[in-house]
C-alpha cells in the first residue's frame, strides 16, 4: 500500500509543480532604515524630551539610522501634500512628523508616517496619555513608528527587572528589587532587603513577579504583585528553593529545589501548590526556563562534568533530558527565542571569557553576540530581537544590551550594581 | 469483511490512479502554456538587449538566397577563422535541407523564445525592484527560505501578498512582506502587452533565499 502510495505521489509531482511564475530573489540590503524625524509641534520641552526617548529607542532596535537634528530640512506642504524631493535627496527612506495635544488633563500625540519612495503617508496614528507619563507615551509612539516600518511589534513599551546592590560607608549592602522602563528609566523600588535578592522572573501578565530572597536566612521564592505590593513565598519546605521561572500560561513555576542535598528541576502548579519533580541527577540540575509554548523547558545541568544546556521535553510521559549544547565547557542561562527556533545563552569560549551566544536548531554552529569578557544572564526580549545582559566594567556590574540587527548599548547607570535583568512580556 | 475492506482499498488505489492519469494528461496540457523557476541572476539583465523578434525576421527571408550569393558568402567567409568557417558551413547545409515545414516550425519556437524573453526580462525587474526595498534582517539562521504569492493588477498594483511557505522566522518573514509592501506598484506594468500580463504576471510566486 506504501509503494501504491508512493506512486500516486509521484505522478502528481509534475502536476503541482506546474502553475504561477515563480521569481527568487537573492540579494537585500543590511542597512538600517533612514528615517527623519520632525521634532512634534506643541510645546517645546514636552517635544524635546518626546523626541530624544524616540530616537534612542528606535536607534537602540538596530534598524534604523535617524537623521542628527542640525541636518533636518523644514517640511514643506503644498496643497496638503507633502514634498518628498528634498527628503529623497537627503536618502531618507521615512519622515515621522507630529503634533502634541494638551487638553484638559491629558497628553495625547498624533504622528504621521511618510514614505519618501512611495511619495505617500503609510501611518496617521493617535497615542492617549496622561501629561505625567511622557515617557511612557513616547516610548507606544515609538513602538507604533517601529512596527509600522518593520512590521514586528515594538518593544519600547515593556519594562525591565533587575537586582540593584548598594553599600553604605560601612559596606553593609542593600538589595534592590528595581523595575524601569525597557530604556533603564523610570526606575521603582519593589524590594529592598539587607539579604541579597536574586532571579527576578516575570508572571506572562507582566502584573506580578517571582524572586528569589534570602531574607529567612535561606533562598525562599516569593510571588509579589507589582501594583499592590502584595507578596507570599511559594513553598513552605525548609528547603532552599531558587531560579523560579514562569510558564507562559502563567499556572505553573518551574523552580530549583536542593531538598536532597542536590539541585533538581522541579513545577509546581501554582492553583494548588503541588509539586513535580522533573529531573533525578546525582549532578547540579538547574535555571530552568520554559519554551514559549509551554511544552518545553531548557536548564543548565553539571552532568556531563561541565555546564551544559539540555531540554525537556514536558509533553512525554517520562522526559528524558536531552543535551542541546556541545561547544565548549560552559554553557548555561539558557532561554528560548519567541519563536522557538533557538536559544540564547552563556558560552564560555575557548579564551576563557564568557560570551552571550546565539544557536539556532537549524545550525550546527553557535554564534557569540557579545565581547566584553564577564557576559553573563542574558535576558531576552519579547520581540526576540533584543538581548539585555549583565557586564562587569571596572569590577562593577552593569546592565548592556544589544540588538540582533547589530545595536548595542548601556543601560544608564544607576548607582551601586545592578545585575541579573528580566525582560517582561508584551504589556499592552 | 476482509473481502470488503480489500474491496474499497482497491477502488481507492484505482480512483486514486485514474486522478492521477487524468491531471498527469491534464498537466502537460497546462505545462506549455505555464512557466517554471527563473533563478535571479543580475547578469541576465543584459538579455533584454536582444531583440529576438527581430533577429527572427531577418534571418528567414535570407535562407532561399544562400545558393544564389555563394560568392558573396565565401568572400565574406574568408574574413572568419577557419573554424568558424566549417561551423558556419555546416549549419548552411542542414539549413538549406530542411524544407518549409521546418521553416515554420523553427519559427514558431523562435517566437516562443521570444516571449520566454520578453517574460524574463519584467521577471529581472519584478526581482531587481524587490530586491532593492529588501531589507534583508541581520543575524538570521542561514538556508532561510520564505515564499509569497503575490496578486497584481495589470496597472501593476499589488492588491495582495501572501505568505505561502514561512521561513520559520518571524524577522525574515516579516521582512519579506515589508519588501513587497515598500514596492507596492510595478509602474512598468502599463508597457507590458495585456495578453503577456493575463497570462504569467496576475498571480506571480516570490520566493526569498538569501543563500
Redesign the interface.
Known amino acids: 500500500?506504501k509503494k501504491?502510495i508512493l506512486l500516486?505521489a509521484i505522478?502528481?509531482f509534475?502536476?503541482l509543480?506546474?502553475?504561477?511564475?515563480?521569481?527568487?530573489?537573492?540579494?537585500?540590503?543590511?542597512?538600517?532604515?533612514k528615517v527623519a524625524m520632525i521634532p512634534f509641534e506643541g510645546n517645546t520641552i514636552v517635544s524635546k524630551q518626546l523626541n530624544n526617548i524616540m530616537r534612542n529607542d528606535l536607534i537602540r532596535t538596530?534598524?534604523f539610522s535617524i537623521l542628527d537634528e542640525e541636518l533636518l530640512l523644514p517640511v514643506k506642504i503644498i496643497n496638503d501634500e507633502l514634498i518628498y524631493s528634498d527628503w529623497k535627496l537627503l536618502g531618507m527612506d521615512y519622515l515621522v512628523t507630529g503634533t502634541i495635544i494638551n487638553a484638559n488633563n491629558s497628553l495625547d500625540i498624533s504622528y504621521e508616517i511618510f514614505?519618501i519612495?512611495?511619495k505617500r503617508k503609510v501611518r496617521s496614528s493617535k497615542v492617549f496619555g496622561i501629561p505625567n507619563q511622557i515617557r511612557q507615551l513616547a516610548h507606544y509612539t515609538s513602538d507604533g513608528i517601529y512596527e509600522s516600518?518593520?512590521?514586528?511589534k515594538g518593544i519600547a513599551a515593556t519594562r525591565l527587572l533587575y537586582v540593584n546592590e548598594t553599600k553604605d560607608s560601612s559596606f553593609t549592602s542593600t538589595y534592590k528589587l528595581m523595575l524601569a522602563d525597557s530604556d533603564g528609566a523610570n526606575e521603582k523600588i519593589l524590594l529592598s532587603s539587607s539579604e541579597p535578592i536574586i532571579s527576578p522572573s516575570w508572571a506572562p501578565d507582566g502584573k506580578r513577579v517571582a524572586y528569589v530572597s534570602f531574607e529567612t536566612g535561606i533562598a525562599k521564592v516569593f510571588i509579589q504583585e507589582i501594583a499592590s505590593g502584595k507578596r507570599e513565598a511559594v513553598l513552605s519546605q525548609d528547603a532552599q528553593i531558587s531560579s523560579p521561572s514562569w510558564s507562559p500560561d502563567g499556572k505553573y513555576l518551574s523552580l530549583t529545589l536542593y531538598q536532597d542535598g542536590n539541585a533538581e528541576i522541579y513545577i509546581l502548579r501554582l492553583r494548588d501548590r503541588t509539586l513535580t519533580r522533573m529531573t533525578n541527577q546525582f549532578a547540579i540540575d538547574t535555571e530552568s526556563t520554559w519554551s514559549p509554548k509551554g511544552n518545553k523547558i531548557l536548564f543548565t545541568s553539571g552532568r556531563s562534568g561541565s555546564p551544559q544546556i539540555y531540554e525537556l521535553d514536558l509533553r512525554k510521559l517520562n522526559p528524558k533530558a536531552k543535551r542541546i549544547s556541545f561547544e565548549g565547557t560552559y554553557n548555561a542561562k539558557a532561554s528560548y527565542l519567541?519563536?522557538e527556533?533557538?536559544i540564547i545563552f552563556v558560552h564560555r569560549s575557548s579564551d576563557g571569557l564568557f560570551h552571550i551566544a546565539?544557536k539556532?536548531n537549524?545550525?550546527n554552529f553557535i554564534?557569540i553576540?557579545t565581547e566584553a569578557n564577564m557576559d553573563e544572564s542574558p535576558s531576552v526580549a519579547p520581540n526576540?530581537?533584543m538581548v539585555i545582559y549583565g557586564i562587569k566594567e571596572k569590577d562593577l556590574s552593569m546592565l548592556a544590551g544589544f540588538s540582533?540587527?547589530?545595536a548595542k548599548f548601556k543601560l544608564p547607570a544607576s548607582e551601586g550594581e545592578v545585575r541579573e535583568p528580566a525582560w517582561s512580556n508584551f504589556l499592552r | 469483511m476482509i473481502a470488503n475492506y480489500k474491496y474499497l482499498?482497491a477502488s481507492l488505489?484505482s480512483f486514486?490512479?485514474h486522478a492521477?492519469?487524468f491531471?498527469?494528461i491534464?498537466?502537460?496540457f497546462?505545462?506549455n502554456t505555464?512557466?517554471?523557476?527563473?533563478?535571479?541572476k543580475?547578469l541576465q539583465i543584459e538579455l533584454k538587449f536582444e531583440l529576438p523578434s527581430q533577429d527572427s525576421k531577418e534571418q528567414i527571408p535570407i535562407l532561399p538566397n544562400t545558393n544564389v550569393t555563394s560568392g558573396k558568402q565565401v568572400s565574406e567567409d574568408i574574413i572568419y577563422s577557419k573554424t568558424k568557417d566549417e561551423i558556419k558551413n555546416s549549419k548552411k547545409n542542414a539549413l538549406i535541407e530542411s524544407n518549409i515545414t521546418n521553416l515554420l516550425s523553427e519559427e514558431s519556437a523562435i517566437e516562443i523564445n521570444s516571449e520566454q524573453q520578453e517574460?524574463s526580462m519584467y521577471?529581472q525587474k519584478?526581482?531587481s525592484m524587490?530586491?532593492?526595498?529588501?531589507?534583508?534582517?541581520?543575524?538570521?539562521?542561514?538556508?532561510l527560505v520564505a515564499n509569497l504569492?503575490l496578486k497584481i493588477r495589470s496597472t501593476g498594483r499589488i492588491t495582495s501578498a501572501e505568505l505561502i511557505k514561512s521561513s520559520?522566522?518571524?524577522?525574515f518573514d516579516?521582512?519579506?512582506?515589508?519588501?513587497v509592501?515598500?514596492v507596492?506598484t510595478f509602474n512598468f506594468f502599463n508597457v507590458m502587452p495585456k495578453t503577456l500580463y493575463e497570462k504569467?504576471?496576475k498571480?506571480?510566486?516570490?520566493?526569498?533565499?538569501?543563500s
Open positions: 500500500m501504491n500516486v505522478l502528481l509534475p502536476i509543480s506546474y502553475g504561477e511564475l515563480f521569481l527568487e530573489i537573492t540579494k537585500g540590503s543590511e542597512d538600517p532604515y538596530g534598524e514614505d519612495h512611495k516600518i518593520t512590521g514586528i519567541p519563536n527556533e533557538g546565539l539556532y537549524r545550525e554564534r553576540l526576540g530581537n540582533l540587527s547589530g | 482499498q488505489f486514486c490512479i492521477a492519469i491531471l498527469y491534464y498537466g502537460t497546462n505545462a505555464s512557466k517554471t523557476l527563473l533563478i535571479s543580475p517574460i521577471a519584478i526581482i524587490i530586491e532593492n526595498a529588501w531589507m534583508k534582517p541581520r543575524n538570521i539562521p542561514e538556508g504569492r520559520g522566522n518571524i524577522r516579516n521582512s519579506a512582506l515589508q519588501a509592501r515598500r507596492e504569467e504576471f498571480i506571480i510566486a516570490i520566493s526569498f533565499n538569501p
